[in-house]
């Protein structure tokens, strides 16, 4: 899995969230999760693609279910990385059922 860097976006100015992107890896991802950050997930592609992020933890001994999000054909999608995704390593586990024309980042909203 490739580890998606983190690119601040400042609440004063912004930041271009198309031109942060990059192609979505095979084998996956990983991204830091936390407060303010979020993947962007931008499907170039003419149908539409689901994105899988890991849930590893357990609530009273049962098992969360993963979290998947449906990104239509041709739009972007913006997906919160809360820490309930978090891993062993503090990072999310991300994958994709197809990765043509499919390209990703993570932000995290500055001060």
């Known amino acids: ?51 899988t992020i890991a ?7 049962l098992g969360v279910a993963d979290a998947t999000v449906v990104v239509p054909a041709g739009k972007l999608s913006m997906i919160p990385l809360a ?6 390593a503090g990072r999310a586990a991300i994958t994709y059922d197809a990765v043509t024309t499919v390209t990703v980042g993570v932000f995290e909203l500055g001060t």
């Open 1 to 51: 899995m490739a580890a998606l860097p983190v690119t601040v976006a400042p609440i004063a100015g912004g930041v271009s969230l198309t031109d942060n992107l990059v192609a979505a890896a095979a084998g996956g991802d990983t991204a830091p999760t936390g407060p303010g950050r979020f993947l962007v997930v931008k499907n170039g592609d003419a149908s539409p693609h689901t994105v």
């Open 83 to 88: 820490r309930v995704f978090a891993g062993t």
């Open 55 to 61: 849930t590893p933890g357990t609530v009273v001994g």
